[in-house]
């Protein structure tokens, strides 16, 4: 049986580019100290029942405050409405509304994270995407053969490394293999994981996808911390 442990030790058998690959608690970054455990998580964060697929309710005092979905002062007012800009340093991805708010919304990066950075578009977005293993992966794991690209990728679902909603990036017309995405680990939220892309929890990718037009610009910001993990 193909489980979500499957899919997460899968991550440690091979160096992929994007997000052809799949979270790891294996290597991190330090985590950010513990915040003590709020009285009530915003009721945006409780269970999801009318999605295809159920979403738990985000569990508290897991993810820390500052990383809640929130409104905020605009800080990049020279951008245009509807502009994702991404920061990798700070795990915030901020959506620009007008020249004086954004709303803020925390965010898991990966290796990818701190090697691409630059200027895209969101060429496309999916709502519960298809997740499809790089033939590299497939060599090194085989019982992930059956989520090959030649056998049309794993269905959507909650073991689905691309969660309940997908960003496709691209740069000049061509994909960047970078995805913004979903994913149903909390704790993964203000956490560099070993490899992946941009990660929301579902709840708040569910939003931002419904905020964000395709041929949005995307600008993803050069992260300050050192690309050590391997």
């Known amino acids: 049986m193909i489980t979500r442990r499957l899919f997460l030790s899968s991550a440690t058998l091979a160096v992929l580019s994007g997000c052809s690959s799949i979270g790891s608690r294996t290597q991190t970054l330090p985590a950010p100290a513990i915040q003590p455990e709020p009285e009530v998580m915003p009721a945006f964060y409780g269970a999801i029942v009318d999605e295809p697929y159920p979403i738990e309710a985000v569990p508290r005092g897991v993810v820390a ?94 073991l689905n ?16 293999l970078y995805r913004i995405h979903g994913n149903p680990e909390a704790d993964s939220i203000g956490r560099a994981v070993s490899s992946g892309c941009i990660r929301l929890l579902n709840h708040d990718i569910i939003d931002l996808h419904d905020r964000v037009q395709n041929g949005a610009k995307v600008i993803v910001k050069p992260s300050a911390m050192p690309a050590m993990l391997s």
Do not use: C
């Open 65 to 158: 405050e500052r990383f809640w979905r929130q409104q905020v002062p605009n800080p990049y007012p020279g951008e245009a409405a509807g502009t994702i800009i991404v920061d990798p340093s700070a795990f915030y991805l901020h959506l620009v509304e007008n020249s004086q708010t954004a709303m803020r919304y925390g965010i898991g990066v990966g290796r990818q994270g701190f090697s691409w950075s630059g200027d895209a578009k969101v060429q496309y977005k999916r709502k519960w995407p298809r997740w499809k293993a790089p033939d590299d992966m497939v060599a090194r794991n085989p019982e992930l053969a059956p989520y090959s690209v030649a056998n049309g990728g794993m269905d959507p679902g909650p």
């Open 161 to 176: 490394p691309l969660g309940a909603r997908a960003l496709y990036l691209f740069q000049n017309g061509e994909d960047t």
